[in-house]
């Protein structure tokens, strides 16, 4: 199984500020790393796929970078509506799998 | 526009069975493989199951194999979860959503609990 691990595990910021959480692979994944984002009581909404291809309708401030084992996921110019969980999944490899998640805090 | 709509969860006593059903609109429910993810309260998540477009494969994670199964019947656009000797740690939302993982719908909570 492959274990993802995202870091940090919380994270409070500041409105327009820049974030940026990881997401490490245990092997290599290639490119088949996706981003959610999941707000209280709403089921998770795409971000991104497959590393870095954007999503229609996702603001333009999430981006993501990285293959094989390491992967980002960029917010720039943070908005209060951004207070979220966040989390990668790996479709790389059965049983596909889910990092533990990084919260974010908007001061 | 893609919708998915869960049903079934409920109240389960430990060993008992449940199952949940997705309806699925707005796009060709026939052409997708289809997955079940689930969400333990104040948890992450995990995914559960998969199954092809015909439904010839199937997938699942360890902790429900042999207990769960998948199924699907593209004439109906439905998609379904049998959940059989049920633990308390089955408790959780359970999500359907169209593979990759694109779309999911609301949710349905199961509990398990006596």
Known sequence: EIVLTQSP??????????VTITCRASQ?????????????????????KYASQSISGVPSRFSG??????????????????????YCHQSGSLPYTFGQGTKLEIK | EVQLVESGGGL???GGSLRLSCAASGFTFSSYWMSW???????????????KQDGSEKYYVDSVKGRFT?????????????????????TAVYYCARAPRDYWGQGTLVTVSS
């Open chain 1, 28 to 48: 290599s994944i290639g490119s088949s790393l996706h981003w959610y984002q999941q707000k209280p009581d709403q089921s998770p909404k795409l971000l991104i």
């Open chain 2, 70 to 90: 998948i199924s699907r019947d593209n004439a109906k656009n439905s998609l379904y979860l049998q959940m059989n000797s049920l633990r308390a740690e089955d």
């Open chain 2, 12 to 14: 389960v006593q430990p």
């Open chain 1, 9 to 18: 595990d919380f994270q409070s910021v500041t409105p327009k500020e820049k």
């Open chain 1, 65 to 86: 970078s990285g293959s094989g084992t390491d992967f980002t996921l960029t917010i720039n110019s943070l908005e209060a509506e951004d207070a979220a969980a966040y």
């Open chain 2, 37 to 51: 993810v689930r969400q333990a309260p104040g948890k992450g998540l995990e995914w559960v199951a998969n199954i």
